[in-house]
Structures are given as C-alpha cells and as structure tokens.
C-alpha cells in the first residue's frame, strides 16, 4: 500500500503542470519590506537572524495590522519574500493553522513551485490570541530550475523504478 501511495505521489507530481491563470508575483520590489522598515516597525528592537543572507527568523512584527486570518498571515509572508531571498518563482501556500495551550497562533505555509511541493521550502508567521504578531520563521528554497528543465530531468518510468528501489531498500534495512 506505502509502495502504491508513494507510486501516486511521484506520478501526482510529474504529471503537475504550470497554470496559465498564475497570481501576479507578489515579489515585486514595491511590495517588499526591508530590513529598516521591520526595525520601524519595532521602535528598532526586532531581533533578525540571517544564514547566508537569508532570513531564517524574526522575532517581532512585519506588519502594523493584527494578522487574525490566513490571508493576513499570508500577506505578510508575501511582503517578507525578498528578505527570505525568494525571487519571482517563489510562493506559498497556505499548509495548515495550528494553536498552542497559550493561545498562539502558527500560520505554516509550504513552498511551492510550478504546482509541486518544494521540499524544505516553508515559511511559519506567529501570533498572539489577540493577533500581534511575534515573529516569522521561514526556510526557502531559491534558484529553482526552470520548469522545462524540471520536466524533462526524470522521465515516468524512471520515476517509478526509484519508488520501487526505494521501497525495496526499505524493507531491507
């Protein structure tokens, strides 16, 4: 049954194409923020952690609005892609909302591109109960190749056949 859902999902995924109804970018500069306009945001006292010159984790706001919904959460991701170094190609989708015994709020999206799941590619926003926002972690995967050079990589049978190896060398170890 694992070897057939694994099977389905590889086939899932080869078979995604790119919508021609896709959104705008949200990555265009105007709609960025930056580095100064978060410490603006937090009279100068939000701690940003950066690997590589990625922003791997903010403690404070990106926004002056309370972030009650998805959407809110998404926008604000969407205004945080530059300094996530996401590019035009970068996007995300609402995963799942959970909430802790405090009462705060995790809003997870995963990254996606040309309709596939980018595996490491995620962004988290975190609130209070009443909506403030407490910081944002996020992990994207940039320098995506393009979709043509994706499609033709791994053909549908090369796909299964490393499905089946892989289940075979799971039941082994």
Same mark, same amino acid.
């Given at each position: ?74 926008? %604000?991701?969407?205004?945080?892609? &530059? ?19 405090? &009462? ?13 799941? %980018? ?5 988290? %926003?975190?609130?209070?109960?009443? &909506?403030?926002?407490? &910081? ?10 393009? %979709? ?26």
């Amino acid at each position: 049954m694992k070897r057939l859902l694994a099977l389905v999902t590889v086939m899932m995924l080869l078979c995604a194409s790119v919508s021609a109804e896709t959104a705008a970018p949200v990555h265009a500069p105007e709609n960025q923020l930056t580095l100064e306009d978060i410490q603006a945001l937090n009279g100068g006292k939000a701690n940003a952690y950066f690997d590589n010159n990625r922003l791997c984790f903010l403690e404070g706001t990106c926004t002056p609005d309370p972030v009650k919904t998805a959407e809110d959460a998404e926008r %604000v991701v969407a205004s945080m892609t &530059g300094l996530l170094c996401g590019d035009e190609k970068t996007h995300f989708e609402p995963l799942r909302t959970l909430n802790d015994a405090s &009462g705060n709020v995790y809003y997870v999206f995963q990254q996606t591109y040309a309709d596939m799941i %980018v595996l490491g590619g995620a962004a988290k %926003v975190i609130t209070d109960k009443d &909506g403030n926002m407490l &910081g944002l972690i996020g992990s994207v995967a940039s320098e995506l190749p393009e %979709v043509a050079e994706m499609e033709s990589q791994l053909t549908a049978e090369q796909a299964e056949e490393l499905v089946i190896q892989h289940e075979l060398d799971a039941h082994r170890g």
